[in-house]
């Protein structure tokens, strides 16, 4: 892997891609790249260990104009036609890391289906020892090992048809002429080098620090070179596969306060500091010089403290949801609500929570419609939950003697245990009264129009709308769905026709249901249609799931499903709120 970077002592970076060009021509064929996950021109996730029930995953090296790609479409296009069905998968990369659009453009003009996977980072190609455009690989998505390598002429037809009869490969690296890739950030790394203290542990600090410490939600601690230098290796695989940070959002459409995703340069410096051994420079430890606010809660110390009733929760079973409504004792008068946060007493048994405001004199609890136009939100518990907190002098009103209606969702794990969760307010000053509210829809689908998803389903869609009766701001945009949720994307249907994609959640994840921040708010015009588009995996490759063979229905646990999803937004016009208490 990453030949290049193995002798420090090489520090011209024209040496250095000799020596990386030679050494992947010899071993790309034997050497392990890892396993990897891309998006492809199409938004599209693809993780190549999804493919395992595959003999093998063909990829053509893709250019936007590239003369050699051309050249090579029509003998790939023709192999595509012959080894789709023996359980050959055929795609093409492109290791230049061009936009989208253009990558677009391109697959229309070759007339063609298949999906080109973009290495924006550059880092898979690196991996994979590319080097030219128009040669094809063959990926064995088992062992994460390239088997072939060369033209897409015979040699690769010969290779096919060997992985397809389970036979070894005759010539596993074949000569190929093509336009050279260029690696520009592998280069100035190799040249400058990749300092732990002033590039490494900035990038750990700033991005995994906070959950990856002595008690954080994450199982181990960044909190020292040592640790970061003993985790490199896992570091690596979840990059290359984007599990962490828990990047499911699309970096390409929109741009979110809380996107989790790291930039192709703070990638860039993590891979090459770990192909480079890992090493330390410098006398000081700025991961080991890291402090933490000794209170629990995220905000100091809360105004107001909702205490849940404990729950006992056995070892083992299934348990039907908790409904409890909590008073709000401690409250002696009307408070605008600026801030919330909820905090499980055990987060491995606790999987989400359900919030109804109830108002003095209200005696239904209405969990998925809105307590009041000026009532205040008091935030759920989902996975990977942050603090709520409302936007500048937007809030609003929690009334003395109201209670809190709450709806608990609890999964065994094998030993008993008590949930004793907390809620946490924070509350504007007695003047200052916040003069803007915020709304919020759910494009959800219930049982009377849900469509049971069909046994071993890789892939079936479901969309459900909202409209927007004035003209408003996007603020958020939360999913939700079970096990076999893949992936969910919104996209505003304006009132001239025109259609723009607002968030593409390209690979969900039930564990962590965040809701996606706005970086600003997004205007749309009264009448705008937002439409929610989801897909389930019930395939026998996710392994998440937990009956492939079940035709899956709508229902509350977790082995059924659901699809909500909601969206937040603020009326330009915030006349019909009060304000004042």
């Known amino acids: 892997m990453l030949s290049w970077f193995k002798n420090r002592s090489m520090q011209s970076a024209v040496a250095g891609a000799v020596v990386f060009a030679l050494g992947s021509s010899v071993s790309a064929a034997s050497e392990r790249v890892g396993d990897f996950a891309l998006l492809d021109h199409e938004g599209i996730f693809h993780h190549m260990a999804w493919y395992d029930d595959h003999k093998a995953i063909a990829l053509l090296v893709q250019a936007n104009g590239s003369a050699t790609t051309e050249a090579s479409l029509a003998a790939f296009r023709d192999m595509h036609a012959t080894y789709d069905a023996q359980g050959v998968e055929f795609m093409l990369i492109n290791p230049l890391g061009e936009s989208r659009a253009s990558v677009q453009q391109s697959v229309a003009a070759y007339g063609i289906e298949l999906p080109v996977l973009i290495d924006d980072a550059q880092l898979i190609s690196e991996s994979m020892g590319i080097d030219k455009v128009g040669e094809v690989f063959l990926f064995d998505p088992r062992s994460f090992t390239v088997v072939y390598r060369?033209?897409?002429?015979?040699?690769?037809?010969?290779?096919?048809?060997?992985?397809?009869?389970?036979?070894?490969?005759?010539?596993?690296?074949?000569?190929?002429?093509?336009?050279?890739?260029?690696?520009?950030?592998?280069?100035?790394?190799?040249?400058?080098?990749?300092?732990?203290?002033?590039?490494?542990?900035?990038?750990?600090?700033?991005?995994?620090?906070?959950?990856?410490?002595?008690?954080?939600?994450?199982?181990?601690?960044?909190?020292?070179?040592?640790?970061?230098?003993?985790?490199?290796p896992m570091i690596r695989e979840v990059l290359m596969t984007k599990r962490m940070p828990p990047a499911q959002l699309d970096p390409h459409v929109g741009e979110f306060s809380n996107d989790y995703n790291l930039s192709n340069e703070e990638q860039q410096k993590l891979l090459h500091w770990i192909a480079d051994g890992s090493q330390k420079d410098g006398d000081t430890d700025p991961l080991a010089a890291l402090t933490w606010p000794e209170t629990k809660w995220a905000l100091g110390e809360p105004d107001l403290v909702i205490k849940v009733p404990p729950q006992n929760i056995p070892a083992t079973g299934v348990l039907d949801y908790i409904s409890v409504?909590?008073?709000?004792?401690?409250?002696?008068?009307?408070?605008?609500?600026?801030?919330?946060?909820?905090?499980?007493?055990?987060?491995?048994?606790?999987?989400?929570?359900?919030?109804?405001?109830?108002?003095?004199?209200?005696?239904?609890?209405?969990?998925?419609?809105?307590?009041?136009?000026?009532?205040?939100?008091?935030?759920?518990?989902?996975?990977?939950?942050?603090?709520?907190?409302?936007?500048?002098?937007?809030?609003?009103?929690?009334?003395?003697?109201?209670?809190?209606?709450?709806?608990?969702?609890?999964?065994?794990?094998?030993?008993?245990?008590?949930?004793?969760?907390?809620?946490?307010?924070?509350?504007?000053?007695?003047?200052?009264?916040?003069?803007?509210?915020?709304?919020?829809?759910?494009?959800?689908?219930?049982?009377?129009?849900?469509?049971?998803?069909?046994?071993?389903?890789?892939?079936?869609?479901?969309?459900?709308?909202?409209?927007?009766?004035?003209?408003?701001?996007?603020m958020s945009f939360l999913p939700?769905?079970?096990?076999?949720?893949?992936?969910?994307?919104?996209?505003?249907?304006?009132?001239?026709?025109?259609?723009?994609?607002?968030?593409?959640?390209?690979?969900?994840?039930?564990?962590?249901?965040?809701?996606?921040?706005?970086?600003?708010?997004?205007?749309?015009?009264?009448?705008?249609?937002?439409?929610?588009?989801?897909?389930?995996d019930n395939s026998t490759q996710n392994k998440n799931n937990p009956d492939p063979a079940r035709a899956v229905p709508w229902g509350l646990q977790s082995w059924d499903e659901m699809f909500f999803g909601a969206v937040s937004y603020k009326f330009v016009d915030q006349s019909q709120f009060v304000t004042s208490n």
């Open 150 to 232: 060369g033209p897409a002429d015979k040699p690769f037809a010969d290779a096919l048809a060997a992985v397809v009869a389970g036979n070894a490969i005759a010539n596993a690296v074949v000569e190929t002429q093509g336009t050279p890739v260029t690696y520009p950030a592998r280069d100035k790394n190799l040249q400058a080098g990749v300092s732990y203290a002033n590039d490494v542990a900035p990038i750990l600090a700033e991005n995994c620090a906070t959950c990856h410490r002595d008690g954080g939600i994450a199982p181990f601690a960044l909190d020292s070179y040592a640790m970061a230098q003993g985790w490199s």
């Open 480 to 536: 939700h769905m079970h096990f076999r949720g893949k992936r969910m994307s919104w996209a505003a249907h304006y009132p001239d026709g025109s259609v723009e994609q607002l968030i593409n959640l390209a690979n969900y994840n039930y564990n962590w249901q965040l809701d996606y921040k706005l970086a600003e708010p997004k205007f749309v015009p009264a009448g705008t249609k937002i439409v929610a588009t989801g897909a389930f």
């Open 325 to 474: 409504v909590v008073p709000i004792e401690g409250l002696d008068r009307d408070r605008w609500v600026r801030a919330s946060q909820y905090i499980p007493g055990d987060r491995t048994v606790l999987h989400h929570t359900l919030n109804a405001l109830m108002e003095p004199g209200q005696t239904r609890a209405n969990f998925l419609g809105s307590s009041g136009p000026n009532a205040a939100t008091i935030t759920a518990y989902i996975p990977g939950a942050e603090p709520h907190i409302e936007p500048p002098n937007t809030g609003g009103l929690l009334k003395a003697g109201s209670n809190l209606a709450l709806q608990l969702h609890y999964t065994t794990t094998g030993r008993e245990t008590v949930d004793a969760s907390e809620i946490g307010l924070w509350f504007y000053d007695d003047d200052e009264i916040p003069q803007e509210r915020m709304s919020g829809e759910c494009a959800c689908v219930f049982t009377p129009t849900w469509t049971t998803i069909p046994p071993y389903d890789p892939n079936f869609e479901m969309s459900a709308s909202i409209d927007i009766p004035r003209d408003a701001y996007l």
